[in-house]
């Protein structure tokens, strides 16, 4: 399941939540560019027991986006054999799917902020979301978010 909309100061962003957990969740915020170059946001992942956050995840213009590799597991909808990964320039955001039967799929978010520094960390969480509309729905809205535009609110 997503929820687009507001943040803690009303700012947009966009949360996919673990259909099988709602207390696992990844939330897209605070995004923000200097140039038409990149976008710059931050992500914040949430379980039972922990809260982690990366400040300053960055997309370039010319590195395939992470929208474009959600798109791809939509469009294979009926499923996939193994993992997909996507990850950016910096790594420290990546993402991994597999299909589960029944239709659902697995995504698998690691954050890895200084990733080179002496204090480095990790930590991941997995979100379980339908193969169909919820993961068609949660790509629509992670596209909005990142173009600056307008995130849809879902009704209810």
Do not use: I, K
Not at 17 to 26: L, T
Not at 121 to 132: P, R
Request: glycine content about 8%.
């Amino acid at each position: 399941m997503t929820s687009p909309g507001g943040h803690l100061d009303d700012q947009p962003s966009v949360t996919v939540r673990c259909q099988d957990n709602s207390s696992v969740s990844v939330t897209f915020c605070d995004r923000f560019s200097f140039d038409q170059d990149s976008v710059h946001y931050a992500v914040e992942t949430r379980a039972p027991g922990l809260t982690a956050r990366v400040d300053e995840v960055v997309a370039w213009a010319w590195d395939s986006d992470l929208t474009t590799f959600l798109d791809e597991l939509v469009a294979d909808y009926r499923g996939w054999d193994g993992e997909r990964s996507w990850h950016t320039m910096d790594r420290d955001l990546a993402v991994s799917a597999v299909f589960r039967s029944g239709g659902y799929v697995g995504l698998t978010w690691t954050l890895r902020p200084w990733g080179s520094a002496a204090g480095d960390w990790s930590t991941s969480v997995t979100t379980w979301l339908e193969a169909g509309e919820q993961m068609s729905s949660f790509t629509s809205d992670l596209r909005h978010f990142l173009a600056g535009g307008h995130v849809p609110r879902s009704p209810g």
